[in-house]
């Protein structure tokens, strides 16, 4: 997205379909379904209580997942001294281009003895401070998560994408054992993928960075892709294995049963409010989003059709005879009654994606039962209210699945096996999606592939336990079977 | 607290009595039952799992009570226009002291073209971002609230009660008409008060404040205080009504049923964790702190008794029997299997203030029986297994209620009427607690108060409807009667 987009804050008449231009699509629908703005903040969003129920869904799910494990919830500062900052070279450089500074502070606005970054991630303060609470291998492991917000000083910017403040968890792990890290790292990894794939109905591809695009610091970094509808990659978690990286430079040591200094091994890992985005780019069409009824703020909206007070009065009554049991079934449900015609009301919740639509009027009340559509199929199917919550319930299940299903073959249908460069850059030339191929692992052809199918990045890589194929690039014999994709 | 007990980061070996020294007590048993420590950077602390544990029970609890009402969460940016923060000119008078600047960001840490604050509280940004929601009376009323952490540069600092970092939640609402923004501040207070009273277990005070002490911008504010066992008060929460006060500064400003443009009237309010700070001051003893039930982070612990690995065996069958009734009822335990001596196990729960615990030997397990002992009382009683989770579930409710009724008893116990300055002095000279008297409402009276009596302050006020008593300052005809205490 362009800088003037974010600038230009007047009200979204009509929204750009998807198929004339998805970029503009997805900044139109962000803002007109009420999910985010552009703050006036330069780069920095507000995300608004329809996006920040559903970021608040997917906080609660992974919340109960990671406490199930033993990982406990801390509050580690928002700012981090310079000093602190700077001790992992790797990190450092990795974030140093984005990082803000807080200089001054008071009434005289007082320059700081030391600069404090505010936090882009919080390795470098939870070093320092989590190795006074380990002294010996029985207090391993300590597995630490905090949910907070971070800033990355980014010069493009994108609602939920990329924006200066983003809101996520981060988890932060120390062991004693190199193997018990990296199974932390994979046991993540599965939780981020039931978020993807059973919350946000996102089938994603999983596997490893390759060297170049790894975490700043870690040895490797898990990664989950899903597949947008334009064809682009978006990656929706990263799971990082540091080794001893980070304990080598802030120190963090436990004496292990022979009753030596050790070095920890350590993990972090992140999901971000840019799960938000994913779910509206891999699922929206051209009337709108669809929200996966696991993380819809409203999952059903009944719209009232009346004529007169009287038939109002009628078809309210009618409404308020079973919208309780809703209720009580736990439906996430909500009557709408502002003062528009219904036909405009449609509109506005299929753009709001909302999955189910009740259809209420007085001839349905005489019948007992109500009109229902569903914003994927837009079929109209005539439901009675007796039992309706545990139908609603069924059609939710079946609805999220549907969904989770068509994202599926969209994944498939969009997913290739290509050998060369050249076919490469022909494919990405016409098309997007995933593509497989092989490469021999050097980092000049990595950077030649991107160079020449304009933007194309390895996605992940698969150690091949026996060598077959050769790389895309050099021809040479390969050592990683790679996804390749334009990526956000 | 002194500044040098930050710095002073070692383990704390013994914890100092609360009746031989109040503040290290609180200090000491803050960081020795794991809550909170000071974090290296000055002035911010880190929280503890134990300590955000009793936090997110909070949160979770007037999270429900205010979507119950309509309220809706929103994010907003952490970083405010310098511009934004100097409209409203009260307000930026109280805030300005306490600001912290971000005026450099990116590689070569270049100089911002504005300054831009951190958050010390969010009137600011929400009041220019909120404007373009509201454009009639039909957008009306706006009930927003955020999670979030605020930065104020305090110059003294005390763990939970007054740190650089601190984490609220501030609750921001636009209304149509004064009387609904009124209200709304009273609704909250009581959301406040059962906060205070049903889940902290601590008995609150609360009233307006005075003109002196209410917040910057407010046209009054209501505020709960809540008294420690020290004898002095502490503020657990505030809720503002502003009029049209930001509503002017930000030109919030809506069409009302005429069509005519008019000014909302707002109100804001928040609670933080410094509650974790009361409810460690409003009921500890010399053994350490005692936490109320519903939001103890372990409820009921359990202290396996053995001397062999037979015995060891033995009473785990016999726990296993039994523990997972606990956690299908939903009660939060934990037993303790480190190799500890029971006795220490004791002291270290008791430490921790865990409400009750089971202590279970092999004669026990014969007999089909527990030994529970009362973190109030202390007393033991046995308890057959059989129906334990139910008979748990009564005692934690007992114990909530025994906690509340002795606080409300220490407050009874220690709140007084005094008529003159001179018996306020003697007063406070040698106890703390709530003295009640009159006030005449002049600023210059309220600070000989604070002068003279050694930080005594006007806690609330009440307007007397029918004039009566005498301004304990100057003997005039008083407007108010009021509160008086030491506070935090």
């Not at 010996?136 to 990329?162: A, G, I, Y």
């Not at 990894?189 to 695009?213: C, M, N, Q």
């Not at 009654?337 to 009740?358: N, S, T």
């Amino acid at each position: 997205m362009k800088q003037e987009t974010e600038e230009k804050q007047d009200f979204v008449k009509e929204v750009t379909k998807m198929s004339d231009d998805f970029d503009r699509w997805y900044t139109d629908v962000v803002r007109k379904a009420e999910l985010a703005d552009w703050s006036g903040v330069r780069g920095m969003m507000v995300v608004r209580p329809y996006g920040w129920a559903m970021w608040e869904a997917i906080t609660r799910a992974f919340d109960d997942m990671i406490k199930e494990s033993g990982h406990e919830n801390w509050a580690f500062p928002l700012l981090i001294p310079r000093e602190y900052l700077m001790k992992e070279a790797e990190h450092i450089e990795g974030f140093a281009p984005e990082v803000a500074w807080v200089t001054r502070a008071g009434g005289n606005m007082e320059e700081l003895e030391e600069p404090l970054a505010v936090r882009p991630t919080s390795e470098t303060i939870i070093g320092p401070l989590i190795k006074r609470y380990i002294q010996s291998h029985r207090d391993l492991p300590k597995l630490t998560n905090q949910w907070n917000s971070v800033v990355r000083w980014e010069m493009r910017s994108r609602l939920f994408l990329r924006s200066r403040e983003f809101w996520w968890q981060e988890g932060h792990t120390f062991h004693a054992y190199a193997q018990e890290a990296m199974d932390e790292v994979a046991l993540i990894l599965g939780y981020y993928r039931a978020i993807a794939e059973d919350w946000l109905a996102i089938p994603v591809l999983t596997g490893k960075k390759s060297p170049a695009e790894t975490f700043p610091g870690a040895v490797h970094t898990l990664t989950l892709e899903g597949l947008m509808r334009d064809g682009q990659a978006l990656q929706t978690g990263t799971s990082h294995y540091f080794g001893q990286n980070f304990s080598r430079a802030y120190d963090i040591s436990f004496s292990n049963k022979d009753n030596e200094r050790e070095l920890c091994y350590s993990t972090s890992w992140g999901i971000s409010t840019r799960l938000v985005g994913a779910l509206v780019m891999a699922h929206g069409d051209d009337s709108g989003i669809i929200v996966p009824p696991k993380v819809a703020p409203i999952q059903v909206i009944v719209v009232p059709i009346f004529r007169d007070d009287e038939g109002r009065a009628k078809v309210e009554r009618f409404i308020n005879s079973w919208a309780p049991d809703l209720k009580a079934a736990g439906i996430r449900h909500r009557v709408d009654w502002r003062d528009e015609r219904p036909g405009d009301k449609y509109a506005h919740w299929e753009l709001k994606g909302v999955p189910l639509r009740l259809n209420v009027g007085g001839r349905d009340a005489d019948a007992g039962q109500v009109e229902m559509v569903d914003r994927l199929t837009r079929q109209k199917v005539s439901v009675p209210v007796s039992g309706i919550a545990a139908r609603l319930g069924d059609e939710l299940d079946g609805f999220q699945k549907k969904l989770f299903e068509r994202a599926q073959k969209f994944q498939r249908d969009n997913t290739f096996e290509l050998e060369t460069l050249e076919e490469v850059v022909a494919h990405f030339r016409e098309r997007g999606g995933f593509v497989w191929s092989h490469w021999c692992g050097e980092e000049a052809d990595e950077a030649r592939i991107k160079a020449e199918a304009g933007g194309v990045t390895i996605r992940t890589i698969e150690e091949m336990n026996k060598p077959s194929g050769k790389c895309l690039v050099c021809g040479k014999p390969a050592k990683y079977r790679v996804s390749l994709a334009k990526a956000y």
